[in-house]
């Protein structure tokens, strides 16, 4: 606590990441990050954006990846918003669509940044409890609130809710907006940004960080109805007109106009995802049907912040969450073969004896 911070920062709870060390080289399976690099058309499209451009302001519109985006999706740019990183995209939707004056619900067990956000602009939120097999029943998404936000697959659960009950979400809640946070949409599941022309009332957020190999660069994307995309852009112009860079934009056009690379390397993560979690299973842990580039798992016997605190000390990182219902469960990221092969290799010695 300082004297010099405003109330509003003083009474903050900020989001905390999953680590990335620099004490020794870990398998680092804690972040969701993708283990294959990101498209070479993309890296050699920034090493060109590398130039005397750079005294230039960036496109504050960002015309060139809304066109990109616009085109593969079969939308009109109106309907497109983009900005650095998802997360920051979320910071302005919880700005933009949610009334403080009313809770905003989201699952008990999800995506840990949304009750950061809701804290910063005083939303509260109400979190609505999954399932005992960590179900989402939409039904039980309705009465007197601000706005719906879920992520789809859910986060750190991996489980995707199909499209039927996202409609249903969106059909109950007409007076609302409901944000879908795709973040790993594309590793088995179906979009609901087929849905955007239809319900003015959906904002579907993506992002380049997980399927396309580029946390580093800071990208994401949101689709919905001119309406929201338009309120979006007026909290995002009241803090900053220019939230993605020139080399940000070249990356993330080359990387979504390589098709090819991406539906590759999104079919190696899901291939080695299915691989693994059978052998998980034969090592007796409990693990939830997977939608996304992560596991979530749970010994039958040995207790989760045991596993994770020796696999650290075998140079292998997995997400521990301390928090209610999900404390005896690892969330553990799909990284190349040869690193999942060490995992099991560890996890066999720790678990079998
Ligand atoms: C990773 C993740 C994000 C953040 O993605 P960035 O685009 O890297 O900011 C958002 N939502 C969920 C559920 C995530 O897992």
């Known amino acids: 606590m300082s004297k010099f911070w405003s109330p509003l920062t003083a009474s903050l709870e900020p989001y905390v990441p999953g680590e990335q060390p620099k004490d020794k080289k870990y398998i680092k399976l804690n972040t969701n990050e993708n283990p294959y690099p990101p498209s070479p058309k993309a890296i050699v499209?920034?090493?060109?954006?590398?130039?005397?451009?750079?005294?230039?302001?960036?496109?504050?519109?960002?015309?060139?990846l809304v066109t990109t985006l616009a085109n593969r999706h079969g939308l009109q740019p109106k309907q497109i918003f983009v900005g650095n990183g998802s997360d920051e995209i979320l910071a302005f939707a919880f700005a933009s669509f949610f009334d403080p004056s009313k809770p905003v619900l989201f699952p008990d067990i999800s995506y840990s940044f949304?009750?950061?956000?809701?804290?910063?602009?005083?939303?509260?939120?109400?979190?609505?409890?999954?399932?005992e097999q960590f179900n989402i029943h939409v039904e039980e998404y309705v009465g007197e609130h601000g706005g719906i936000i879920i992520p789809n697959p859910n986060a750190p659960t991996a489980m995707l809710m199909p499209l039927d009950h996202i409609k249903l979400l969106l059909e109950q809640n007409p007076e609302q907006v409901v944000i879908i946070d795709e973040a790993y949409i594309d590793f088995g599941g179906q979009s609901a940004v087929t849905l955007v022309d239809s319900y003015p009332n959906l904002l579907v957020i993506q992002t380049l960080s997980k399927s396309r190999s580029l946390a580093g660069l800071r990208v994401g994307f949101a689709f919905g109805s001119a309406e929201l995309i338009e309120g979006l852009n007026r909290t995002k112009n009241s803090f900053n007109s220019y939230t993605l860079d020139r080399i940000a934009l070249a990356g993330a056009v080359a990387s979504i106009e390589d098709e090819t690379y991406f539906v590759e390397t999104s079919a190696k993560v899901i291939a080695t995802r299915e691989r693994v979690v059978?052998?998980?299973?034969?090592?007796?842990?409990?693990?939830?049907?997977?939608?996304a580039n992560f596991v979530f798992i749970s010994h039958r016997s040995i207790p989760a912040k045991q596993i994770f605190e020796q696999l650290r000390v075998e140079g292998v990182l997995v997400r521990y969450f301390a928090s209610p219902r999900i404390d005896n469960y690892l969330r553990v990221s799909i990284g190349t073969d040869e690193e999942m092969d060490a995992l099991i290799k560890a996890l066999h010695i720790l678990t079998v004896q």
């Open 114 to 131: 949304y009750k950061v956000y809701a804290k910063f602009y005083g939303i509260t939120p109400k979190l609505i409890p999954l399932d």
């Open 278 to 291: 059978q052998q998980l299973e034969e090592l007796h842990f409990v693990v939830t049907p997977s939608a």
């Open 45 to 64: 499209a920034m090493a060109d954006a590398i130039n005397e451009d750079l005294r230039l302001y960036p496109d504050p519109n960002c015309e060139s």
